[in-house]
């Protein structure tokens, strides 16, 4: 989903840490305009990501419930995308792990974390993750034991399982009952609105994150001094790292020995689908050029409206990677040594997260803090460090619409693989 703007939101961002950065350059901590401070400015800031981490809980649990009581999908076909969809995932998240532990890169912010720490007054670390007897303790300490606890604990792992429950329960009785009952109906015309609240109410704090970009650069810079970015292209080049691998190798090579389209063909013919989805920043924006794509290539109209349209609740490789990644540089930027059990609970959390934030504006924004809260990072930590990543997420976040579209178009020819398309034809706009 993508609201067209003339000032769009990552120039709102640019144009936020520029000014908040001069900001805290020329004042320090000095107070200014009748006593306000650069402290106080970042404390505003901090309470919009506060928001926005708040509101992320019931978005995606009612966009799950919202999708699979009005989703319609045959078995067969079904099955096959799922599987399609995970195998693409796992592959990502061995990537992403195989990156983050053999090079490490968030040990270089080490040190750093401090100049974040400030701008929470009286915060400490916790002390280093432990391993569990087994990773699957971990996993069920996120298995909720009340049906509010994974609410009030921001439990993305349980908030989804209760989501997927509920939305099949209501899923089967439509079906048991054939559409006839009144109560379901309203119950799922009940849902679907506070999901379509929720958008709006989430649209109208995104408004406003600029804002808090601008307030927390400027408490930091005010405390820290501008050398707190000399160590945020690290953070860039390791995320592109993980993105560029998977879309560039991964996804052409599956292509081509299993779908039997060359690279020249699935990069070549899909490339107005890959660089508009670059530009507007919305895999969804980019389904019409997708399906265009895709006829191009002589993929058959059913699997490309199976993949782009449907498939793209779950194609999201590059949100996923993407979280995962991130989860695993700041836990290291702290000097947790994570063992394999709580990289297993991070790769879970962001799978399902992936899963569920089809259609929600700024995805990878809005999940990002229940992913890192999943690794077991404090809250503060989360609070400090998402507006000083959010000035280089305009960039990553390009680069995740563009897998995804890749993702998109690669389910679309393993859908197709193995049979005879039928003679293409135009689709309709």
Request: glycine share 8%; proline share 5%; charged share 10%.
């Amino acid at each position: 989903m993508s609201h067209t703007s003339p000032f769009p939101l990552y120039a709102q961002v640019l144009l936020a840490v520029l000014c908040g950065a001069t900001l805290g350059v020329v004042f320090g901590q000095e107070p200014y305009l009748n006593g306000l401070r650069n402290e106080q400015l970042g404390k505003l800031g901090l309470w919009v990501v506060w928001l926005l981490k708040t509101l992320a809980v019931p978005l995606i649990f009612f966009a799950i419930v919202d999708s699979l009581i009005r989703a319609s999908l045959p078995l067969r076909q079904g099955a096959k995308l799922l599987m399609i969809c995970l195998v693409n995932v796992s592959v990502a998240m061995v990537i992403g792990l195989v990156i983050m532990n053999l090079w490490q890169p968030g040990k270089s912010w080490q040190g750093h974390v401090e100049e974040l720490l400030q701008v929470v007054p009286g915060t400490t670390l916790k002390p280093a993750l432990t391993a569990s007897a087994h990773p699957l303790e971990d996993l069920m300490a996120y298995i909720p034991r009340t049906i509010a606890d994974p609410f009030g604990s921001n439990n993305i792992i349980g908030v989804v399982l209760l989501a997927l429950t509920l939305g099949l329960a209501l899923r089967w009785a439509k079906r048991r009952v054939g559409g006839a009952y009144r109560l379901l109906d309203t119950i799922a015309w009940a849902i679907e609105r506070i999901y379509g609240w929720l958008v709006t109410v989430l649209w109208w704090v995104i408004i406003v994150v600029p804002f808090a970009v601008f307030g927390v650069v400027a408490n930091v810079v005010g405390k820290s001094g501008i050398g707190v970015f000399a160590t945020l292209w690290i953070f860039l080049v390791a995320m592109l790292l993980g993105l560029a691998v998977h879309a560039l190798l991964y996804y052409p090579c599956v292509a081509w020995l299993v779908g039997k389209k060359s690279p020249s063909v699935y990069i070549g013919q899909g490339a107005d689908a890959i660089m508009t989805a670059l530009s507007c920043n919305s895999s969804l924006a980019t389904v019409p050029i997708t399906l265009r794509c895709l006829e191009r290539m002589q993929v058959s109209s059913q699997s490309a409206r199976l993949a782009a349209c449907v498939g793209t609740n779950l194609n999201n490789d590059g949100i996923t990677l993407y979280e995962a990644m991130a989860a695993l540089f700041l836990a290291h930027a702290l000097g947790y040594d994570l063992p394999l059990s709580k990289q297993i609970v991070i790769v879970v959390a962001s799978i399902i997260a992936g899963a569920g934030v089809a259609g929600i504006p700024e995805a990878g924004m809005i999940v990002l803090p229940l992913v890192l809260a999943a690794a077991g990072l404090p809250d503060q930590v989360i609070l400090a460090a998402i507006p000083l990543i959010m000035t280089m997420d305009w960039i990553i976040a390009r680069a995740r619409s563009g897998v995804n579209v890749m993702s998109d178009m690669l389910v679309a020819i393993l859908l197709d693989a193995g049979k005879m398309a039928p003679a293409t034809k135009p689709f309709s706009q």
